[in-house]
């Protein structure tokens, strides 16, 4: 059963105020500000859709895309709670939903698992829309990557993999998937992290599939790589080209004194990229960034035309987080003319992160996450920096700071952005999660610069 409601925004320059029958939803419009608000998507800016899972979001960095024509797709879970499936709505570029796809807009994919759910969606040039996340059979782990390809219309892409997926179980202990990057001849790259062993400390990882879903048994050994930075526990963030046919591996990574933001460039062929070293570790084909005194991390990565590549994330100081920014050279190096020294972090709130980045037309860059307002739950959060990484006064603001925005998409219950993506007209679309107090569900908001 799918279920819509409407939140109204009452102001430019004030927070949303929502009215609407259930907030076991999906939610999906515009907010005003310097960043205005379009009236004419979905009603009065907002879309609310529950797709009918107990959980429509895990974390799902890359659950958005947007075609050329401006219907936008979103993934995540389907299905009831004793079977959740793989979920991928398609909205036209006015937020109602697309009838064309699936049943009603909605496609669901079983690859025969009691839980699955899909972190990342990549569009193909020809129109096929590939998904990767993590399936199990337990709800307490077990995990294994599965991938799934379906043809424009939502339906099952049977010359895929398996018929319609391919399941991924390479360390033989438990994996996870955050990204997924869609190579010039079709081959694909699959990045997260995992456990050869588990429990024990997991590894950055990458997978190589062929364009028809076969293993790419060319890529690394066997086809994954396992990137170790520091020999403790590193996490995987969502992952993005980097030049080439090579790809940028963001994470965390446990050193000697906390955890540090790395990132490693991997070649087609699953080996590290020599030339990508900041020469402070002694590892090639990685850069970190340890801050003393402050964990760090970094979850979403872009690069610039130029071929320096911006790193987003957080620090950690205490029981603190704020939003981190950092920008490499080409070479892995830290870029000593962005922020101070390579780096800058920002207090958007209380406990607030950095979980997407994306440039924007005109140079500027755009960071989204999360942030804990004085009630004590979860906003999403949204700054807009120059190039040089300092807050761009001229974006506005809707709360006490120039630059930076804040969404609080259902009052008193946790939101959070995950993933930003502009579509072919400059707007910005930002994808993440909001709950009701109990489940997850998928949130959208589209802005116009």
């Given at each position: 059963?799918?279920?819509?409601?409407?939140r109204?925004?009452?102001?430019?320059?004030l927070?949303?105020?929502a009215?609407?029958?259930s907030?076991?939803d999906?939610?999906a419009?515009r907010?005003?500000?310097?960043?205005?608000?379009?009236a004419?998507?979905?009603?009065?800016?907002?879309?609310?859709?529950?797709v009918g899972?107990?959980d429509?979001?895990?974390?799902?960095?890359?659950?958005?895309?947007v075609?050329?024509?401006?219907?936008?797709l979103?993934a995540g879970?389907?299905?009831?709670?004793?079977?959740?499936d793989?979920?991928?709505?398609?909205?036209?570029?006015?937020?109602?939903?697309?009838s064309?796809?699936?049943?009603a807009g909605?496609a669901?994919?079983?690859l025969?698992?009691a839980?699955e759910?899909v972190?990342?969606?990549r569009?193909?040039?020809d129109?096929?829309?590939?998904?990767?996340g993590?399936?199990?059979s337990s709800a307490?782990?077990?995990?294994?990557?599965?991938?799934?390809?379906l043809l424009?219309?939502?339906s099952?892409?049977t010359?895929?993999?398996?018929?319609?997926?391919?399941?991924?179980?390479?360390?033989g202990?438990?994996?996870?998937?955050?990204?997924?990057v869609?190579?010039g001849?079709?081959?694909?790259r699959l990045?997260g992290?995992?456990?050869?062993?588990?429990p024990g400390?997991?590894?950055?990882v990458?997978?190589?599939?062929?364009?028809?879903?076969?293993?790419d048994t060319s890529f690394?050994?066997?086809?994954?790589l396992?990137i170790d930075?520091?020999?403790?526990?590193?996490?995987?963030?969502?992952?993005?080209?980097?030049?080439?046919?090579?790809v940028?591996?963001?994470?965390?990574?446990?050193?000697?004194?906390?955890?540090?933001?790395?990132?490693?460039?991997?070649?087609?062929d699953?080996?590290?990229?020599?030339?990508?070293?900041?020469?402070?570790?002694g590892?090639?084909?990685?850069?970190?960034?340890?801050?003393t005194g402050?964990g760090?991390?970094?979850?979403?990565?872009?690069?610039?035309?130029?071929?320096?590549?911006?790193?987003a994330?957080?620090?950690?100081?205490?029981?603190?987080s704020?939003?981190?920014?950092?920008?490499f050279?080409?070479?892995?190096a830290?870029?000593?003319?962005?922020?101070?020294g390579?780096?800058?972090?920002f207090?958007?709130?209380?406990?607030?992160?950095?979980?997407?980045?994306?440039?924007?037309?005109?140079?500027?860059?755009a960071?989204?996450?999360e942030r804990?307002?004085?009630a004590g739950?979860?906003?999403?959060?949204?700054?807009?920096?120059?190039?040089?990484?300092?807050?761009?006064a001229?974006a506005?603001?809707?709360?006490?700071?120039?630059?930076?925005?804040?969404?609080?998409?259902t009052?008193?219950?946790?939101d959070?952005?995950?993933?930003?993506?502009?579509?072919?007209?400059?707007?910005?679309?930002?994808?993440?999660?909001t709950?009701?107090?109990?489940?997850n569900n998928f949130?959208?908001?589209?802005?116009?610069l």
């Amino acid at each position: 059963m799918v279920t819509v409601c409407v939140r109204l925004s009452v102001a430019v320059a004030l927070l949303c105020v929502a009215s609407c029958v259930s907030r076991t939803d999906m939610f999906a419009g515009r907010y005003g500000g310097s960043l205005s608000l379009d009236a004419t998507f979905a009603q009065d800016g907002i879309l609310a859709l529950d797709v009918g899972a107990v959980d429509n979001l895990d974390w799902t960095p890359q659950g958005l895309a947007v075609q050329a024509d401006g219907r936008v797709l979103l993934a995540g879970r389907g299905g009831g709670a004793a079977d959740r499936d793989f979920a991928v709505v398609r909205l036209r570029e006015d937020g109602t939903l697309d009838s064309t796809f699936g049943t009603a807009g909605i496609a669901e994919v079983d690859l025969g698992y009691a839980y699955e759910v899909v972190e990342s969606l990549r569009l193909q040039p020809d129109g096929k829309i590939l998904v990767a996340g993590e399936v199990s059979s337990s709800a307490t782990g077990g995990n294994e990557v599965g991938v799934a390809r379906l043809l424009a219309d939502g339906s099952p892409d049977t010359s895929f993999g398996t018929g319609d997926a391919r399941i991924v179980d390479l360390l033989g202990g438990e994996d996870v998937v955050n990204g997924m990057v869609v190579l010039g001849d079709g081959r694909l790259r699959l990045c997260g992290h995992g456990w050869a062993v588990y429990p024990g400390s997991p590894d950055l990882v990458v997978y190589g599939l062929l364009a028809d879903g076969a293993l790419d048994t060319s890529f690394g050994s066997g086809g994954v790589l396992r990137i170790d930075f520091f020999g403790g526990d590193e996490f995987g963030g969502s992952c993005q080209p980097g030049g080439g046919d090579s790809v940028l591996v963001p994470g965390h990574g446990w050193g000697a004194t906390g955890f540090a933001a790395v990132l490693a460039r991997v070649l087609a062929d699953g080996t590290l990229d020599a030339a990508f070293d900041d020469g402070s570790t002694g590892m090639p084909g990685r850069a970190t960034l340890d801050i003393t005194g402050q964990g760090a991390g970094c979850d979403a990565v872009v690069r610039q035309p130029d071929g320096a590549i911006l790193c987003a994330g957080n620090t950690q100081t205490g029981g603190d987080s704020d939003s981190l920014l950092a920008r490499f050279l080409p070479t892995g190096a830290l870029d000593t003319s962005f922020g101070t020294g390579g780096w800058v972090t920002f207090d958007l709130g209380c406990d607030d992160v950095f979980q997407t980045v994306v440039l924007l037309p005109d140079g500027r860059i755009a960071a989204a996450g999360e942030r804990t307002n004085a009630a004590g739950d979860q906003d999403f959060s949204l700054a807009v920096l120059t190039s040089a990484g300092a807050l761009d006064a001229d974006a506005g603001t809707n709360v006490d700071q120039a630059g930076v925005f804040r969404f609080d998409v259902t009052p008193g219950q946790d939101d959070g952005a995950r993933s930003l993506v502009l579509d072919s007209q400059g707007r910005l679309l930002a994808f993440g999660s909001t709950t009701d107090g109990t489940t997850n569900n998928f949130a959208v908001l589209r802005l116009l610069l």
